[in-house]
């Protein structure tokens, strides 16, 4: 039989990215691989993704970490969810949780029947039926699983973290499973004459790294993908057309709360994300609206704490590239697109594609239809997950400035209006295939953002006043006890996490 194995892996580019590639590849394919990753200390990382979804918490498990000490390690606080301020009007404020809303109640998902309840005049606020809603504005946390027998199930969380301290953390457990660190920058890639695919990188110095599999964590200049295979890039500007940020770390202040923060401004909005000692903030914003400088001083005129950093620039264009995977190299991370962070899926893009990698980890024979498979899976993600950002902008009712009126009125994708289409009849939604956000999830920004349906589910409608009522009450009353019962957040993460210095 052919010895038809990949040997070596190059990965190009350090970060989040790149060492969380080299981490989980020397952690699960084992047997002989090489890993070789390069980087150069001279070229920075963005690192502005310091918010997460519940899959990281896959990656611990993966790595075999003690969340606490993943935590304490990387100055990590929980994460219940995103507030979102301002976004339907001025004033307005939602969460974004990441637990159930509710229980079902027989056929009916719980929002059918808070339709109902609405539609008899008897409806509180949604999130007075979250778990996570409730316990975040109580700024309270706990790891729970489930709610006794009540039926009702415990907190869904994430984490914020500090993105340098996480690169850190898992170049070392890369390096101690056998992945190999090269200091050095690109100067010139080989490619085969006749495949057209990677053969080598060549480096300052006449340094030449070969390998059989390449994987672009290049950031945004893509030097794999984009420029020595050169995918073209699929441009989503005019659908999310913030593209610009301003970055700045600030003091922390009390209470520490367990969840980010949202705040839409008059061309884009803000982001807030508590680390156990500062305050992560920036500014997303689309420059054609707003000047660098006003972009700026709205950023700096809305901390909570003291400026820390000085305020740094970031220049994007939303989209991704026509292929993820091509020919033998993948590119994760920036490299592959970009999503701005207002739903935190950064990270969770480079984990879910490096899962789909190990999924179809290759031969030297580089299969296409393997190829096919996970592009096709990868855009689906991409483009699932560019619907639920858009939903944020569209769904609005402001028109206090250029930016909110162009949000507000321009075309949608297809996707998308058939799900407001459907959800605006009778308040249904059907989730697709394996698609990031759940059913909740897009119940909480659709209610949240004043999308509500003309009427409700036909089932719902038999529902009588009194049996609502006392649904929903026994329920609210359940979680509020449960909540009672909890550490607020600074408790918990003093007993269990507290941050470590830096290793």
Avoid at 11 to 36: D, N
Avoid at 236 to 247: E, F, T, V
Avoid at 259 to 268: F, K, V
Wanted: charged share 25%; proline share 4%.
């Amino acid at each position: 039989m052919t010895d038809n194995r990949i040997r070596k892996v190059v990965i190009l580019g350090g970060g989040t990215a790149g060492w969380m590639t080299a981490a989980l590849l020397s952690k699960v394919v084992s047997g002989g691989l090489e890993i070789e990753l390069v980087e150069s200390e001279q070229i920075g990382t963005v690192g502005v993704g310091e918010a997460t979804i519940p899959q990281i918490r896959y990656l611990c498990d993966a790595l075999r970490i003690p969340e606490a000490d993943f935590l304490a390690e990387v100055n990590g606080t929980y994460k219940l969810g995103i507030e979102f301020v301002n976004w339907a009007r001025a004033g307005d404020r939602y969460i974004h949780t990441f637990g159930d809303v509710g229980r079902r109640l027989g056929v009916l998902d719980f929002h059918h029947v808070w339709v109902r309840a609405r539609e008899l005049g008897i409806a509180a606020d949604l999130g007075d039926y979250s778990f996570n809603a409730l316990a975040a504005h109580a700024n309270r946390f706990a790891p729970v699983e489930k709610l006794g027998e009540t039926g009702l199930l415990g907190i869904g969380y994430a984490f914020h973290f500090d993105a340098t301290r996480v690169a850190g953390l898992l170049r070392r457990i890369s390096e101690k499973q056998g992945a190999r660190r090269t200091e050095g920058r690109v100067e010139r890639v080989e490619l085969n004459p006749e495949t057209g695919f990677i053969e080598a990188l060549r480096l300052d110095g006449d340094r030449r790294v070969s390998g059989d599999l390449f994987i672009d964590c290049s950031g945004f200049r893509s030097v794999l993908l984009g420029e020595a295979l050169g995918v073209d890039y699929v441009d989503w500007s005019h659908w999310l057309p913030a593209d610009s940020a301003i970055a700045v770390q600030c003091e922390g202040v009390e209470p520490l709360l367990p969840y980010t923060r949202a705040t839409a401004h008059s061309a884009g909005w803000q982001w807030r994300i508590p680390l156990q000692n500062r305050i992560g903030n920036g500014h997303v914003y689309s420059s054609p609206y707003m000047s660098d400088d006003e972009a700026r001083n709205i950023l700096l005129s809305n901390l909570d704490g003291r400026a820390v950093t000085e305020p740094r620039q970031l220049r994007f264009t939303t989209g991704k590239r026509k292929s993820f995977w091509h020919k033998n190299c993948v590119g994760l991370g920036l490299a592959s697109g970009f999503m701005e962070p207002l739903e935190s899926t950064s990270i969770h893009l480079v984990q879910a594609g490096l899962g789909r990698l190990i999924d179809l980890f290759p031969t030297r024979d580089f299969h296409q239809v393997d190829i096919d498979v996970y592009n096709q899976r990868t855009h689906f993600e991409f483009d699932s997950i560019r619907d639920f950002l858009i939903l944020h902008y569209h769904a609005t009712e402001r028109d206090d400035s250029p930016f909110w009126d162009y949000c507000r009125t321009m075309e949608i994708p297809d996707s998308l209006q058939h799900k407001l289409d459907l959800w605006r009849s009778q308040g249904r939604f059907f989730r697709n295939d394996d698609e990031l956000f759940t059913i909740p999830s897009w119940v909480q920004v659709l209610i949240g953002q004043r999308v509500l349906p003309s009427d409700c589910h036909g089932v719902a409608k038999l529902l009588g006043k009194p049996d609502v009522e006392d649904y929903l009450s026994r329920i609210n009353g359940f979680l509020k006890k449960a909540v009672a019962q909890m550490p607020t957040h600074r408790e918990f993460i003093d007993r269990s996490c507290r941050m470590r210095e830096a290793g």
